[in-house]
């Protein structure tokens, strides 16, 4: 009933499907891709307006008034629009600012009244003067 020619057409297509259930092996495991190289740089300090605005009422609100528009004789406003110093200066360089502060002598004091390092307050740290150079941002 088979003759040969069939037989081995029938034998080819077995093989093929052999050698096709073959190729189902699951794939060899990936190697897992190298780990990407870490970033050098330190991440930039990031303020918080919030944690800022409580630093300023528990510090600066004396000179600078609860609305930071400043105090006759005691602190200047801190608002964007009454101060060319604050509009010109990077966050980072507000900060140094502050650190700072500006002796009554300084040339670039415009009041003749001194603002004394960190508002007065050493316990102020560099992340605090962070958040508090955010909080100013925000006043307009
Ligand atoms: C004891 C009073 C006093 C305190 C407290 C104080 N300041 Fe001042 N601040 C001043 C005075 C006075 C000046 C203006 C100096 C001048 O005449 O140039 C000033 C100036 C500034 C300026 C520059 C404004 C400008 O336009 O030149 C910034 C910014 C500032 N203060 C931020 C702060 C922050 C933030 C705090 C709280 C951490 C603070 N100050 C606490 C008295 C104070």
Known sequence: MFNRKTLLTVLFILLLALAGCGRNDPE???TPAPAK?????????VGDAAAGEAVY???????????AKGVAGLGKSLHA???DFIKGKTDDEL??????GRTPDDPLNTT??????????PAITEQQLHDVVVYIRTLE
């Open 112 to 121: 003749g009244v001194g603002m004394p390092a960190k508002g007065g307050n």
């Open 28 to 30: 060899p495991t990936a």
């Open 37 to 45: 190289p870490t970033e050098a740089a330190a991440p930039a300090v």
């Open 57 to 67: 009422m528990g510090t600066c609100v004396a000179c600078h008034g609860p609305d």
């Open 95 to 100: 900060v140094a600012f502050i650190m700072a």
């Open 81 to 83: 629009s009454d101060s």
